[in-house]
């Protein structure tokens, strides 16, 4: 089954300068539906399926899934503090803050001045040593920590599993579902192999042309970031909603799929980062209704039925899974432009999925 509105939304893109190149793939009731690329992936290269690309943000979730597998399994407590894995998090305040505060983006502590060109050991120092923010009650507010809290969530995996968090995340939740051809950042061996098939991300909208980031040198590459830095074709993203709407396909079971994807708060919470109100699971995104009656992920546009599950990517991707169609659609692209164009990018083709699919209609 083609998609025709989708694809030339995204050939738009292209001629409207929005990215280079792009992959969608769509399943409905878990048969793959489209798996298609646009564009280039780089100058005088064609973006094709199979090419790895940078999820960016959208590859939280999968963090968020190591993190359940732990809970399934005994092996940590939701509602224990941080600091019962990690004693050095208590400093500033934080020793109330506990793994679903990490989970919810409640926590409060956005500590800034941390990356991937820092090693693992000095970002965990930084985020351990910072305070928590002023006037703030774990669990009363919320506010999107882009990666401060996943960090601390990786070293928690660490110590529980005695593993790296790269190896325990590919080999405990990647390869378990399938997703044999992604990786949550690289060793050296396999950069080496793999760069050539790597998809460089451009910034948009700049005078001169495209603009890329270095993300994709081995420098950032082989970096571990349980917030950003998984590497992979959009199908493989897409599998890995597909295994959550199959109610965890082995890896987690339905009820704990049924915690990861139930909103912490009935009518969601004002976010002090995204400034809008947002109905966050534990690390995913849920499609809900606001007091305004508009989406909290408006993002998955109209269609999207409540419920609906998933991730963004910074400026560049989108990946959710809709129970209510049986519908998974990624969305990621190589090409970053300013916020409001991407949100109003990714919203115009997921709308334009469902038309296609004949799923626009009450």
């Known amino acids: 089954m083609s998609l025709p509105t989708a694809a030339r939304l995204l050939e738009e893109g292209i001629a409207r300068g929005l990215h280079p190149g792009a992959q969608l793939y769509v399943s409905l009731g878990g048969r793959t539906v489209a798996d298609l690329a646009v564009g280039e992936s780089r100058p005088g290269a064609p973006m094709t399926p199979d090419l790895l690309t940078l999820w960016l943000s959208a590859a939280k979730p999968l963090t968020a899934v190591a993190v359940a597998r732990l809970w399934q399994d005994g092996a940590l407590d939701l509602d224990e503090p941080v600091a019962r894995h990690l004693p050095e998090f208590a400093q500033g ?34 985020i351990c040593a910072a305070p928590l923010e002023p006037g703030w009650t774990p669990g009363a507010r919320t506010a999107y920590q882009p990666a401060s809290s996943w960090f601390v969530l990786g070293e ?63 420098a950032y590459v082989g970096r571990s970031s349980p917030a950003e830095n998984a590497w992979g074709p959009a199908r493989e993203l897409g599998r890995f909603y597909e295994a959550l709407l199959a109610g ?20 969601g919470a004002f976010d002090e980062s995204l400034k809008r109100v947002v ?49 998974v659609l990624v969305l990621i692209a190589n090409g970053l432009p300013d916020g409001p164009e991407h949100r109003k990018r990714v919203r115009t083709v997921a709308e334009a999925v469902y038309a296609d699919l004949g799923l626009d209609r009450p």
Do not use: C
């Not at 109330?96 to 965990?124: A, C, K, M, P, Q």
């Open 93 to 126: 305040g934080k020793e109330r803050v506990t793994v679903r505060h990490l989970l919810t983006h409640t926590g409060g502590f956005r500590t800034r001045d941390i990356g991937l060109l820092r090693s693992w050991e000095e970002n965990l120092a930084r």
């Open 156 to 218: 928690v995996i660490q110590r529980i599993a005695g593993e790296p968090f790269q190896r325990h995340l590919r080999e405990r939740v990647l390869l378990a579902l399938g997703m044999d051809g992604s990786w949550p950042g690289m060793p050296p061996e396999i950069y080496g192999t793999l760069r050539h098939r790597l998809v460089p991300a451009y910034r948009a909208g700049l005078p001169g042309g495209w603009r890329p980031y270095p993300w994709d040198g081995e």
């Open 248 to 267: 965890g396909r082995g890896a987690l079971s339905p009820a704990t799929v049924a915690a990861l994807t139930t909103p912490a708060a009935a009518d």
């Open 279 to 327: 109905h966050w699971g534990l690390g995913l995104r849920i499609n809900g209704p606001t007091a305004d009656g508009l989406s909290g992920a408006a993002e998955m546009g109209r269609h999207a039925s409540p419920g609906s599950f998933g991730h963004g990517g910074f400026r560049s991707s989108l990946a959710f899974a809709d129970p209510g169609h049986g519908l």
